[in-house]
């Protein structure tokens, strides 16, 4: 099987593509390598060693100084296939790298390399004080994560399309309303695991969070998903696969009282859902003194939301009884990033809430289909 180096685009891929592509799979200047060299400590590998193994929970960041990494993930029956082959100057890595999650992939040298190994947290503080670094490699852990379909090494789809019968059920699994870090990584996670998703994503869920200043230009920031050309090139080609995504429209209302639970959209569309993931942000520095105000006023008090509008979840949520993580006081009701009361206001750890939750709606899906 021929294997592309992940800079190498296909000669026939479409421009958009192209240039979606280039952006996953990024080459890092020199320059920006030096800088990140004081976060890292350098290494070399020999033909073969495994430097992250599928499975696992060991997670760090490497940068190719010289030679190939080879990306590659089991099939049935426990053998492996290469998906791609990193080379000088490009990164491994993608969202799962803030996550909880164990690695998807089994990545290993594959020639006699020299490579900058960052752990987790040394990343964590790259991202946070390097924002030309910052921009590149978050921009590229998302469009890896949205783009990461097994049969389509280089589509650019924000949401994945599975092939479902011809009528396709008007119902969405899950609607993720909000389009910042947090809404955006619940909706590559639960769109790329099979699961039908609308992704709302208009100007509410662009609060501010520490951390969020360092993320000019990354899909799901203001000059992101509101506005950004990014996130057009990746809609467009979504469209082609189905997916639903409507990056400049915000939700005006929401109806507890009945289910599937509905949302009514801005511009007076209606949205039929299983379940909701709420990851509109909020707002700093209020008028009435108040330092945080969460963007929840459209839920229109079906949910328990303490005095900032913050989402009340889990053991915390009034009447909740399974106490479900991220679980709001309405079942099937989800709240993640700065709009659920108790998080960490921080990027980063918005990101993480967003693919952690889409393993709870599972079991909400899954327990109510019964």
């Excluded at 890292?40 to 940068?63: C, K, T």
């Excluded at 801005?266 to 108040?290: N, Y």
């Excluded at 709240?335 to 750890?349: E, F, I």
Aim: charged fraction near 20%; hydrophobic fraction near 45%; charge should be neutral.
């Amino acid at each position: 099987m021929r294997v592309l180096a992940a800079g190498a685009a296909p000669a026939n891929l479409p421009p958009d593509l192209a240039a979606l592509h280039a952006q996953a799979f990024p080459m890092l200047p020199r320059a920006l390598i030096e800088r990140a060299a004081p976060y890292g400590e350098e290494m070399s590998a020999e033909p073969g060693r495994v430097l992250l193994n599928s499975g696992d929970r060991e997670a760090a960041f490497y940068i190719l100084l010289q030679g190939y990494a080879e990306v590659l993930e089991a099939e049935a029956g426990g053998a492996l296939r290469s998906l791609l082959i990193h080379r000088d100057g490009e990164f491994t890595g993608s969202l799962d790298l803030f996550t909880d999650r164990p690695n998807a992939v089994t990545v290993r040298a594959n020639t006699a390399s020299r490579l900058l190994r960052l752990s987790r947290a040394a990343l964590e503080a790259l991202i946070l004080t390097e924002r030309p670094l910052a921009e590149i490699i978050l921009r590229a852990f998302m469009l890896r994560r949205i783009g990461y379909l097994r049969r389509r090494p280089y589509g650019g789809a924000i949401l994945r399309s599975v092939t479902r019968g011809t009528q396709e059920d008007p119902v969405m699994d899950l609607a993720v309303i909000g389009g910042g870090p947090a809404g955006l990584a619940a909706a590559a996670y639960a769109a790329s695991e099979g699961l039908q998703t609308l992704l709302v994503g208009g100007s509410l869920a662009c609060g501010d969070a520490p951390g969020l200043d360092v993320l000019k230009g990354f899909p799901g920031t203001i000059s992101g998903l509101c506005e950004g050309p990014l996130l057009r090139r990746a809609e467009d080609q979504s469209k082609r696969f189905g997916a639903h995504v409507l990056p400049l429209r915000t939700v005006s209302r929401f109806d507890g009282g009945c289910y599937p639970y509905r949302v009514w959209l801005d511009d007076g569309r209606l949205v039929e859902a299983r379940s909701l993931i709420v990851a509109t942000g909020g707002q700093e520095g209020a008028s009435d003194g108040v330092t945080f105000q969460a963007n929840t006023a459209w839920l229109d008090g079906w949910l328990d939301t303490d005095d900032q509008g913050c989402i009340h979840t889990g053991r915390a949520a009034a009447g909740s009884m399974q106490a479900r993580d991220y679980e709001s006081s309405q079942p099937g009701v989800f709240a993640v990033g700065a709009a659920r009361a108790g998080s960490v206001k921080h990027v980063l750890a918005s990101i993480a809430e967003g693919a952690a939750a889409v393993r709870v709606v599972h079991r909400f899906l899954d327990a109510s289909a019964h």
